[in-house]
């Protein structure tokens, strides 16, 4: 038979036997199960230490400015106090951490202002191959100040590394303030450092170029707009080769704006189903709206359509002259067909009209065949261009027949400006809030305004919320004075941001 010694006794068991034998602890003398160190737990823990590659201090960074914490080697990321985040960089920073297993981790309070960070971490780790120990310490981390790059370059004045370039070159700005709005809406404008409102348009400034790319595709998505790129070298290193650039995205707008008449050439009109050459403009949007005023005849026309046979505004709303409507006759859709679509928002009509400056006047109406006929009764103030005195320079408007030209276009069906204005009872909000309007721009921001009252679906895009100043617009139209005039009611709008103490029961 084969005898298993005992190290405990000396005496010889039978290999059969279901006993366990057991040692004495070499240091303690405490019995054990036999292994390979022959030491008990305890004095096992007090001559190996499974930590002693874990670092018990060390350094974390903090912008003060930005609040932001550095994550090695470059990006700076936003943690809260004794969150996960802040409790994934603390665990990154420990070097020897990967030799053993993680088991808990977990925070120990410690004063917010004592730039002090503590860590209870328990452990497992082998020793000797079969023998695995648990441990329980605790990592301090020291919290330092310094500036993250972005923070840097703006208090360097040096802030920004690319530019992005919006501009129209129009008359009347309303794209601009659609525009603004879309930004607003989306939150386009969230990775900015700053804007800048200019004449003609706005500058965005941002510091990485991703950014820029981010909104230059924001912009493409929403207006019809060429872009071109340019870059200018600020330094070089010649022995690491690495190259210091500021980056410029000049973006520009289609020149026209809801309301604009245009003159289409003759390849162009072709195919866009053979539309009469002279068109009013309804929607500036991902692509331009079009509409023949006398067929009602619509058109689209995309992007990379308009680049490559562009057009001008022969005529711009700041243009337009008040007309009386003396008459309206209604008119068949189907007398007047053509090869594109037909709108059926709109009625075609016979409309007799005079000039409001030469109302009295003998052999003064003007007959005029019109897209408005739903919305004109005699009597009415209508808004037109009179072509009879306009002074168009354009060389598609100058190769057409005078008899292919009418006299008078109808745009719009006008209303009292001064009480609309006083019944606007919402507000819009602006990137940049402190920007003062003179008159001229003024003057298209309030057709703007009208024109989101007039059209329901230009107001699907833009954030419209309650003047908190003015009193209760009514809920439904039907509770209006008059309901004919447009105007937007109270469910259409949002409630604004009011920080008020009174409110917040700061007594």
């Given amino acids: 038979m084969e005898y298993l010694s005992d190290a405990a006794s000396g005496n010889p068991l039978p290999s059969g036997s279901g006993t366990v034998n057991k040692i004495l602890c070499c240091e303690c003398g405490v019995p054990i199960e036999p292994n390979a160190t022959n030491m008990c737990v305890p004095c096992l823990r007090s001559h190996v230490d499974i930590t ?68 209870k971490l328990t452990v497992h780790g082998e020793v000797m191959n ?41 008359v009347n700005r309303k794209t601009l303030f659609y525009l603004e709005q879309m930004i607003l809406k989306h939150r386009a404008h969230e990775n900015t450092l700053g804007i800048k409102p200019t004449a003609g348009g706005l500058d965005f400034f941002y510091a990485t170029d991703a950014h820029a790319r981010k909104m230059v595709d924001f912009l493409q998505a929403v207006l019809p707009v060429k872009v071109t790129n340019s870059k200018k070298l600020i330094s070089h290193d010649i022995h690491s080769n690495s190259y210091n650039y500021k980056y410029s995205y000049a973006v520009d707008i289609v020149p026209v704006s809801k309301g604009s008449l245009v003159c289409l050439s003759k390849r162009l009109a072709q195919q866009m189903g053979h539309i009469a050459p002279v068109c009013l403009v309804t929607k500036v949007a991902n692509s331009i709206h079009l509409i023949d005023p006398q067929t009602a005849q619509l058109a689209e026309v995309q992007n990379m359509a308009f680049w490559k046979c562009p057009f001008e505004a022969i005529c711009n709303p700041k243009q337009m002259v008040e007309f009386i409507v003396m008459d309206v006759e209604f008119r068949d859709q189907k007398a007047f067909p053509g090869q594109g679509p037909v709108s059926m928002r709109h009625t075609l009509a016979d409309v007799w009209v005079v000039k409001a400056s030469e109302l009295g006047l003998d052999n003064s109406t003007v007959h005029v065949r019109s897209h408005l006929g739903n919305l004109l009764k005699p009597g009415d103030t209508v808004l037109g261009y009179d072509l009879r005195d306009a002074n168009v320079n354009n060389a598609d408007f100058e190769k057409l027949s005078a008899d292919t030209i009418p006299n008078v276009l109808l745009v719009k069906k006008s209303y009292d400006k001064t009480v609309r204005k006083q019944n606007r009872n ?26 989101l009252e007039e059209d329901p679906e230009l107001r699907q895009n833009v954030n419209i919320f309650k003047d908190s100043k003015r009193q209760q617009m009514p809920v439904d139209t039907n509770d209006m004075d008059d309901s004919s005039v447009p105007r937007i009611t109270l469910e259409e709008m949002l409630d604004d941001l009011v920080l008020d103490d009174a409110e917040m029961g700061d007594g």
């Avoid at 912008?63 to 004794?82: I, K």
């Avoid at 441990?135 to 590394?161: P, S």
């Avoid at 909000?429 to 024109?451: G, P």
């Fill in 130 to 170: 079969d023998v695995v120990l648990q441990q329980v310490f605790v990592v301090e981390f020291t919290v330092n100040n310094q500036m993250c790059d972005d923070c840097h370059r703006t208090e360097a004045k040096d802030f920004w590394r690319c530019m992005v370039q919006v501009r129209q070159k129009a």
């Fill in 52 to 119: 002693e590659n874990i670092p018990k201090q060390a350094v974390i960074f903090f912008c003060r400015n930005c609040e932001r914490y550095l994550n090695p080697p470059n990006e700076w990321v936003p943690c809260g106090l004794e969150s996960k985040e802040l409790l994934s960089l603390c665990l990154k920073r420990l070097s020897g951490l990967k030799q053993v297993k993680l088991v808990d981790a977990g925070f120990v309070w410690t004063e917010p202002h004592s730039k002090r960070i503590k860590v």
């Fill in 426 to 451: 919402w507000k819009l909000k602006h990137l940049a809030e402190d920007v003062a309007l003179d008159t001229d721009i003024e003057n298209d921001y309030n057709e703007f305004l009208e024109d």
